[in-house]
């Protein structure tokens, strides 16, 4: 099983794009060992109850000081290695979580993490996307589509 997991909150503008795009997922014709969770801003809760995958795709917002779109692809050995940004504007400890899974001997499903970190401006209270970051959803869904293959 391929587990696509959307982190967000809807309810601040562009840091809710994980959940969008998750959503977007999941009205497509994908096949049945595909599983999409809407994870919300619920960090590591949903992680805690996941077990028996193939591959985990995690997608968040990012806020690192790149270019208002951006969208970065890593691994777990390249997340343990990047300092200087903010892997989620409502909190990252899913990422320690993982690692410490990695790190634990739970190397069969766990090292298989990809995480797909779109670089954000607005988090300012409402539920619209910025028109960069909607503009940009057919690139992200690709991009998620090419990890499935």
Request: proline share 3%; net charge negative.
């Amino acid at each position: 099983m391929i587990i696509i997991l959307g982190y967000g909150n809807t309810l601040r503008g562009d840091d809710g794009i994980g959940v969008k795009i998750v959503q977007k997922l999941a009205t497509m014709c994908l096949p049945n060992y595909i599983k999409i969770i809407d994870g919300g801003s619920r960090d590591t809760d949903v992680l805690l109850n996941t077990r028996d995958f193939e591959k985990l795709i995690i997608i968040d917002s990012v806020i690192s000081g790149g270019n208002e779109g951006n969208i970065y692809r890593m691994t777990i050995p390249e997340l343990s290695e990047t300092k200087n940004m903010d892997l989620s504007t409502h909190g990252s400890y899913w990422i320690d979580f993982v690692k410490s899974k990695v790190e634990s001997g739970e190397k069969n499903s766990w090292s298989q993490v990809v995480f797909f970190g779109i670089e954000i401006k607005n988090t300012a209270i409402g539920t619209e996307l910025s028109p960069r970051i909607v503009d940009r959803i057919p690139e992200y869904l690709n991009f998620i589509l090419k990890e499935l293959q």
